[in-house]
């Protein structure tokens, strides 16, 4: 009988081609699935909440997977598995769930958190960590545009294609949380929900507004007018950490 | 008319086989003389205010410059050079001095800090930035076996041979200071100098008492024994950081 393990996963995304597993790419999901096959001698898939791309670091994303052998135990599992992985991908937690328990799918909602470095030097330690914006930032403005992105909205006009167009386009942010601590300014996204690059083209847009070079009104507008056209601003990857995802 | 520039210069120590040049290596030295010629097109030398081994960080090195051109202002160098050297090194402040000012000779001292992460996983963002120590830490004991290194003593025992040994080993620390936040356990030394490796080897010692393989009257015994034999415990280089330099 197969049981299925859930994990909690962090890894630092300048080490990896992205979460999703690629023919010859070095990903989160193959580095894991390569794990899992020569600790147990099975080929499986681990199934993840979410893809992030490459450069997009992760501090608790959630995966499970299926194992038909029954030979370790979770915390067996933990420790073999960090025993076997490269430091940059860490399995936090491990426990044995029911298979009504799907990552994606039973997902209720997500927190991101997307880091800029206000300063006309970015910090070596920082980099690949943090959007480096040399510029001043007004802080009012970027508090401005947040609230408008809080509840039920269509975020079509924040969202990528990726291959095929999302066909619901509706999503909820529950809360936006702006801190700043010295030069860093950290923006946490509690959604429902996030379309690919949502968060990114999000504080692309407020950094934009910031920096005085769009008006927190064009936010409202493509939050109302979601087919209209305009230009877009992705906030780079390296700024972006899934902190958790909520059950 | 040669001018001297001061620099206070940031680098992440992974990125580098340690500050001091070396032939076909890829120092920090190097780094910045290569920088410096490319601008000004003169071969300089860049004095540091102490070297640091491979994989240790700096958030404050200091160091020096003497330039025959005067083509550029302090801040025209500093911009100069952050647009040439890798993101792993910045330049974070540059001001023209007097030559009566040294990098290595005028320093009083120097503060530096060492990062223990204390947990059974060390996440991957952490990675090259602290020591991991997965079992569990005696806080009390590290706290008693620190303050015996406050003051000053013949630190003859918790200092490496590097080539030829130090004629005088007597040095005086000003404080430490522990915190700890969560699993992060940071160790802040202040002195007036610091022999080769000292704070690692200090550091050593202190995590050695905190998981009871070591009493700490084994330090109280090599402060004032110092040519004793015993063992020697040299923390790893990726926990260390140069905060700053005082003068």
Redesign the interface.
């Known amino acids: 009988m197969a049981r299925r393990l859930k994990l909690i996963v ?3 995304g300048s ?1 990896f081609e992205g979460w999703q597993s690629q023919a010859h790419r070095n990903t989160v999901q193959d580095c894991l699935e390569r794990a899992f096959h020569k600790i147990g001698g099975e080929r499986v898939r681990v199934h993840g909440a979410g893809r992030t791309d490459a450069g997009v ?1 992760a ?1 608790g994303q959630c995966a499970h997977v299926d194992l038909a052998g029954n030979r370790l135990s979770a915390d067996g599992w933990l420790k073999a598995l ?1 025993a076997l992985l490269p ?6 937690r491990c426990s044995f769930v029911s298979e009504s328990f799907h990552a994606r799918l039973s997902a209720k909602g997500k927190v991101y958190r997307y880091r800029v470095w206000s300063a006309p ?5 920082e ?1 690949g ?1 943090a959007w480096h914006v040399a510029s001043p930032l007004n802080i009012a403005t970027l508090q401005a545009g947040v609230q408008l992105f809080v509840g039920t909205h269509d975020f079509a006009a924040f969202a990528a294609n990726r291959g095929q167009p999302d066909t619901n386009t509706r999503r909820t942010i529950n809360s936006v949380r702006v801190q700043r601590r010295e030069a860093c300014l950290t923006i946490e996204f509690d959604g429902d929900g996030f379309l690919y690059r949502m968060v990114r083209l999000m504080v692309g847009a407020l950094v934009h507004c910031a920096l005085g070079r769009m008006s927190p009104d064009e936010i409202h507008k493509r939050l109302t007018s979601p087919q209209a056209n305009g230009p877009r601003h992705v906030a780079p990857a390296e700024g972006l950490f899934l902190l958790r995802v909520r059950y």
Do not use: G
């Open positions: 962090a890894y630092d080490q670091h501090l960090n430091p940059a991908v860490r399995v936090l030097v970015l910090p070596p330690l980099y960590r």
